[in-house]
Nanobody
């Protein structure tokens, strides 16, 4: 069993930055791909960024490319999402998730463990 706990969300003005963390307990994450998704009210959960097990390969949605960076520290069993130049449309609940396979999927069904989410609100 794996527990994922996100933290770091909050209220920030447009143009500001936040750093989200996803800490795992129960089992190591070091052999799994990980991703961040987000979900705004009334919208489907969408892929934000993903990272392979070693951290050597990262992927991001076009909407956040150049602004968000995913990284991981396997020694700390933690995955991060650095978010810069935040926009009001980035407002959502952000979730981290563990990949079922070595492939970083861009759909939620590709992940088997999820955190409870952390709220990010960007004011204009």
């Amino acid at each position: 069993q794996v527990q994922l706990v996100e933290s770091g969300g909050g209220l920030v003005q447009a143009g500001g930055s936040l750093r989200l963390s996803c800490a795992a307990s129960g089992r190591t994450l070091s052999t799994y791909g990980m991703a961040w998704f987000r979900q705004a009210p009334g919208k489907e959960r969408e892929f934000v960024a993903g990272i392979n097990w070693s951290g050597g390969n990262t992927f991001s949605a076009d909407s956040v490319k150049g602004r968000f960076t995913i990284s991981r520290d396997n020694a700390k069993n933690t995955v991060y999402l650095q978010m810069n130049s935040l926009k009001p449309e980035d407002t959502a609940t952000y979730y981290c998730a563990r990949s079922r396979t070595v492939v970083i999927s861009r759909v939620p069904s590709g992940y088997d463990y999820w955190g409870q989410g952390t709220q990010v609100t960007v004011s204009s």
